[in-house]
């Protein structure tokens, strides 16, 4: 992984784009409150696209299709999200 792949607290120290944990008695610098206030505002988007996904039950339950084909399913689920959310396919 690289320093592209965002992800959340959890993951610092594993190479990823993470926000700066605040230690206690520390003061963070304007600059260091900024770039978390970056990172968070993308990873936002991402994590509510996926909470959003999960919604749709044939992909939060068991899948009860032939294995082969949940790509495909996903790839409708994902289409249809997108297409809710607003966007086209041009």
Not at 20 to 30: A, I, L
Not at 61 to 84: D, E
Request: aromatic share 8%.
């Amino acid at each position: 992984m690289d320093k592209t792949t965002l992800a959340d607290k959890g993951y610092v120290g594993l190479g990823l784009l993470t926000p700066v944990k605040h230690k206690p008695g520390v003061k963070m610098s304007k600059a260091v409150k900024e770039n978390n206030r970056v990172i968070n505002k993308l990873r936002v988007v991402v994590e509510r696209v996926i909470a959003h996904i999960k919604t749709w039950r044939v992909l939060h339950m068991g899948f009860r299709r032939p294995l082969s084909s949940y790509q495909r399913v996903f790839s409708v689920v994902r289409g249809l999200v997108f297409l809710a959310a607003g966007g086209t396919f041009e």
